[in-house]
């Protein structure tokens, strides 16, 4: 399966904007970028995914490079409750499983 | 709330004893997967059933099993118990199998082996 890398932490203030870099040079072309984000405590969570246009919904933004080897997950108005775990996942075929990695840990500071 | 029911939420045992995690997926989705989560090993996928039937496995050890019942509730048996399997257990569905959106999880079983 094609992997990705991402930063193990970052920090952002509340009320700013964050983004969430991903990387995966080895995507191919039927794999689909997923995020879920996982709060303490409890499952992860689904945020967004895409193919290959940049997509928007009511959590945040995923925009896909051109060439699809890295995403950037954008977060427009970070809260507190947006501390969480997010990973950066590619889901090889259609109904395949979701392999996790380390994720990057979001510290929200108020 | 996803809709993804797992019981119990925590369960304490010794080693060498045999437990069952149980998990209701959302109404109508076909899918279950479950998935492991230890501190030093992140989240890992163990198996994933479809409308009764074995999909897909991942690092499932022999020691464990899980089956989907014609109701589709999902069990995942463990035994043979050692301290290392202490972690969350969850569990997600999905519709079916082509589907490529989200996974719903549940909020996890804690299980402790002393």
């Known amino acids: 399966d094609a992997k990705t890398t991402q930063p193990n932490s970052m920090e952002s203030n509340e009320e700013e904007p964050v983004h969430l870099p991903c990387n995966h040079s080895?995507?191919?072309?039927?794999?689909?970028i997923h995020w879920y984000r996982q709060l303490p405590s409890q499952g992860p969570e689904y945020v967004i995914h895409?193919?290959?246009s940049n997509v928007n919904n009511r959590m945040a933004s995923l925009a896909i490079a051109e060439d699809r080897k890295s995403s950037t997950l954008i977060l427009h108005r970070a809260t507190l409750r947006d501390a969480a775990v997010y990973y950066c996942?590619?889901?090889?075929?259609?109904?395949?499983?979701?392999?996790f990695g380390g994720g990057t840990r979001l510290m929200v500071k108020p | 709330d996803s809709g993804v029911t797992q019981t119990p939420k925590h369960l304490i045992t010794a080693t060498g004893q045999r437990v069952t995690l149980r998990c209701s997926p959302r109404?109508?989705?076909?899918?279950v997967y479950w998935y492991q989560q230890s501190l030093d090993q992140g989240l890992q996928f163990l198996i994933q059933?479809?409308?009764?039937?074995?999909?897909a496995k991942g690092n499932i050890l022999e020691r464990f099993s899980a089956q989907q019942f014609p109701d589709l509730h999902s069990e995942l048996n463990l035994s043979s118990l050692e301290l290392g399997d202490s972690a969350l257990y969850f569990c997600?569905?999905?519709?079916?199998?082509?589907?490529?959106?989200?996974?719903?999880f549940g909020e996890g079983s804690r299980l402790t082996v002393l």
């Open positions: 059933y479809y409308n009764g039937e074995e999909r």
């Open positions: 996942i590619l889901r090889r075929n259609a109904g395949n499983m979701l392999t």
């Open positions: 109404s109508g989705d076909l899918s």
């Open positions: 997600a569905s999905t519709p079916g199998t082509s589907d490529t959106g989200e996974l719903f």
């Open positions: 895409g193919l290959t």
């Open positions: 080895t995507i191919s072309g039927t794999d689909y």
